[in-house]
């Protein structure tokens, strides 16, 4: 298992207030899944963690002037 400290997480097309901002945390990388915990104990998003087969679009962001990062959708089934 792998892991990366200060990993900043972002969420769009949501309408729930726990989604709302930016989330730093930790990202948990495991060989099925990858589990973001959130470094604020405040925030009402505690954690969050899909499957790699929910993963879409996933492309590799490698600026110029700026770290590189990755963005992606995930795809989550309604309730």
Same mark, same amino acid.
């Given at each position: 298992?792998? +892991? ?6 972002? &969420? ?6 726990a &989604? ?7 990202? +948990? ?6 589990? $973001? ?10 954690? $969050?963690? $899909?499957? $790699? *087969? ?7 962001? @490698?600026? *110029? &002037?700026g ?9 989550? @089934?309604?309730?």
């Amino acid at each position: 298992m792998l +892991f990366c400290d200060n990993v900043i997480m972002g &969420f769009s097309g949501l309408n729930q207030a726990a &989604f709302d901002g930016e989330k730093t945390g930790r990202l +948990f990388l495991t060989s099925h899944r990858m589990v $973001f915990n959130n470094k604020s104990s405040s925030d009402p998003l505690k954690s $969050f963690s $899909f499957p $790699f *087969v929910a993963l879409r679009n996933v492309e590799l962001e @490698q600026p *110029v &002037f700026g770290a590189n990062y990755i963005k992606g959708k995930v795809l989550a @089934q309604p309730k």
